[in-house]
């Protein structure tokens, strides 16, 4: 009996098999094709403005996802091919999953140091330092730079724009400008580190690009940031900050947990450089470093009389709204690579004007259209390039959404934040600043790979 169940296990996988075999339809002339391309652009229109209507990200995108391939399926089915559209699901939703499982636990970090008041405690010191207005902007600036490879573009953006609005809601000029080059040095900072940006981590997971070798765009980065920002400094007044904060210190625990989110990156890292396992399992290892912690801080805390630390509170207090929009977003264009149409969109784009001009114009649509999408489909795309390539697309992808406000989550965010200090139309106007920093990152980049620009 043992053994008909171990062979009924396993008949599944061979009869995916056979299938997975079979060239994929083509249906970029089909009507289903047509249809599910239009639906992912109007998904994509209700994304682009949630500012406005409120209309979480996430529900137009899991629905159109979910409609995509039920067409695809139902196409499929007609052919006689009812596993292949099972097999090519099964596949996005494995890379999503391990997406999924690392940004939650990463998340869930977060959260537990916002609570233990790490992030509150920074903010305070250096509004109680007491700095001039020009000295703040490089100080949130140069911390966003370097917080934003640990901790998430977004989150550090979050950081700093707190900040700058405590100290600075008197110069709304100052809060405008300083906020501006947060979210350039966020997003640059988030480009050499494979936890800085969803992009990079896509592409660490993927294996094109190791650990280590992400460090290379770190110079690259550094100039993306410090061209604009050297620039921007002399719009803002030389005067001494002030602010009303008084001083926050950390919870227990605080500062411990700091330390455990820096082993749990060291875990994922060993699992896949040395384990050549998935870096989420190396994560989810780390989460319980996390969980045995809050043991002892809620054993604790119980004893002193206060409200007891409970880490899964801090599971649920993670992104889902960003996390269910990686979802639809990774399954709506995982179907439409499966149609056919980002092998099309490889032909035209990458055969036709190579690999270094695609990659530029990769940034430059990210600053449209979020860089998640577009970075999924590069890489559903797969085309032939060089490790030196790969780090290219991975830095004009990151940064490339730092010349418009809307093209990226960390300036989406400080427009929220900043009560109408920070807007669409002030990020604008140092659009032009803002590229001579993403074309001087390019070619030094090109420069250091010995890459020929022509």
């Given at each position: 009996m043992?053994?008909?169940l171990?062979?009924?296990?396993w008949?599944?996988?061979?009869v995916?098999?056979s299938?997975?075999?079979?060239?994929?339809?083509?249906?970029?002339?089909?009507?289903?094709?047509?249809?599910?391309?239009?639906?992912?652009?109007?998904?994509?229109i209700?994304?682009?403005?949630?500012?406005?209507?409120h209309f979480?990200?996430?529900?137009?995108?899991?629905l159109?996802?979910?409609?995509?391939?039920?067409?695809?399926?139902w196409?499929?089915?007609?052919?006689?091919?009812?596993?292949?559209?099972e097999?090519a699901?099964?596949?996005n939703?494995?890379?999503?999953?391990?997406?999924f499982?690392?940004?939650?636990?990463a998340?869930?970090?977060?959260?537990a140091?916002?609570?233990?008041?790490?992030?509150?405690s920074?903010?305070?010191?250096?509004?109680?330092?007491?700095?001039?207005?020009?000295?703040?902007?490089?100080?949130t600036?140069?911390?966003?730079f370097?917080?934003?490879?640990m901790?998430?573009?977004l989150?550090?953006?979050?950081?700093?724009?707190?900040v700058?609005?405590?100290?600075?809601?008197?110069?709304?000029r100052f809060v405008?400008?300083?906020?501006?080059?947060?979210?350039?040095?966020?997003?640059?900072?988030g480009?050499?580190?494979?936890?800085g940006?969803?992009?990079?981590l896509?592409?660490?997971?993927?294996?094109l690009?190791?650990f280590?070798?992400?460090?290379?765009?770190?110079?690259?980065?550094?100039?993306?940031?410090?061209?604009?920002?050297?620039?921007?400094?002399?719009?803002?007044?030389?005067?001494?900050?002030?602010?009303?904060q008084?001083?926050?210190?950390?919870?227990?625990g605080?500062?411990?947990?700091v330390?455990l989110?820096?082993?749990?990156?060291?875990?994922?890292v060993?699992?896949?450089?040395?384990?050549?396992l998935?870096?989420?399992?190396?994560?989810m290892?780390?989460?319980s470093?996390l969980?045995?912690?809050?043991?002892?801080?809620?054993?604790?805390e119980?004893?002193?009389?206060?409200?007891?630390?409970?880490?899964?509170?801090?599971?649920?207090g993670a992104?889902?709204?960003?996390l269910?929009?990686?979802?639809?977003?990774?399954?709506?264009?995982?179907?439409?690579g499966?149609?056919?149409?980002?092998?099309?969109?490889s032909?035209?784009?990458y055969?036709?004007?190579g690999?270094t001009?695609?990659?530029?114009?990769?940034?430059?649509?990210?600053?449209?259209?979020d860089n998640?999408?577009v970075?999924?489909?590069?890489?559903t795309?797969?085309?032939?390039?060089?490790?030196?390539?790969?780090?290219?697309v991975?830095?004009?992808?990151?940064?490339?959404?730092?010349l418009?406000?809307?093209?990226?989550?960390a300036?989406?965010?400080?427009?929220?934040q900043?009560?109408?200090?920070y807007?669409f139309?002030?990020?604008?106007?140092?659009t032009?600043?803002?590229?001579?920093?993403?074309?001087?990152?390019?070619?030094?980049?090109?420069?250091?790979?010995?890459?020929?620009?022509?």
């Open positions: 043992t053994k008909v171990f062979l009924l296990a008949l599944p996988l061979s995916f098999a299938d997975e075999l079979a060239a994929p339809l083509d249906l970029t002339n089909h009507w289903v094709g047509y249809a599910a391309l239009a639906l992912f652009v109007l998904a994509y209700l994304v682009m403005v949630e500012e406005f209507t979480r990200k996430s529900k137009p995108v899991i159109v996802a979910g409609v995509i391939w039920g067409l695809i399926g196409v499929y089915a007609s052919n006689g091919l009812p596993h292949s559209a097999v699901l099964r596949h939703l494995l890379e999503y999953s391990e997406l499982l690392f940004l939650l636990v998340m869930t970090y977060i959260e140091m916002r609570e233990r008041l790490v992030f509150e920074l903010k305070t010191w250096l509004i109680l330092k007491g700095f001039t207005f020009r000295q703040l902007f490089w100080m600036g140069f911390l966003a370097f917080i934003s490879p901790a998430d573009n989150t550090t953006a979050l950081i700093m724009g707190a700058v609005l405590a100290v600075g809601s008197s110069n709304p405008s400008i300083a906020m501006v080059n947060i979210v350039v040095a966020s997003n640059a900072g480009a050499f580190s494979p936890f940006d969803i992009t990079t896509m592409v660490w997971q993927k294996g690009v190791e280590s070798e992400f460090f290379a765009l770190f110079l690259p980065s550094l100039v993306n940031f410090v061209v604009p920002a050297a620039i921007m400094h002399f719009a803002i007044e030389d005067k001494k900050a002030t602010g009303d008084s001083d926050v210190k950390i919870k227990l605080g500062m411990g947990i330390v989110f820096t082993l749990t990156i060291a875990t994922a060993g699992f896949h450089s040395f384990l050549h998935p870096p989420a399992m190396g994560m290892t780390g989460l470093y969980m045995i912690m809050s043991y002892f801080i809620r054993r604790k119980r004893h002193l009389q206060e409200d007891g630390f409970d880490v899964f509170r801090k599971v649920a992104e889902w709204d960003t269910l929009f990686f979802f639809g977003i990774i399954l709506s264009v995982g179907g439409l499966f149609m056919g149409y980002l092998a099309l969109t032909e035209m784009i055969a036709s004007l690999a001009y695609a990659n530029i114009l990769v940034g430059l649509l990210s600053s449209v259209v998640i999408p970075m999924f489909a590069v890489l795309m797969n085309p032939d390039m060089s490790t030196s390539q790969w780090l290219l991975t830095l004009t992808a990151g940064v490339g959404g730092s418009l406000s809307v093209g990226s989550a300036g989406v965010a400080l427009m929220g900043s009560n109408g200090l807007t139309v002030s990020h604008l106007k140092w032009g600043i803002i590229a001579l920093g993403y074309m001087a990152s390019v070619a030094v980049h090109l420069w250091m790979s010995g890459i020929a620009f022509a």
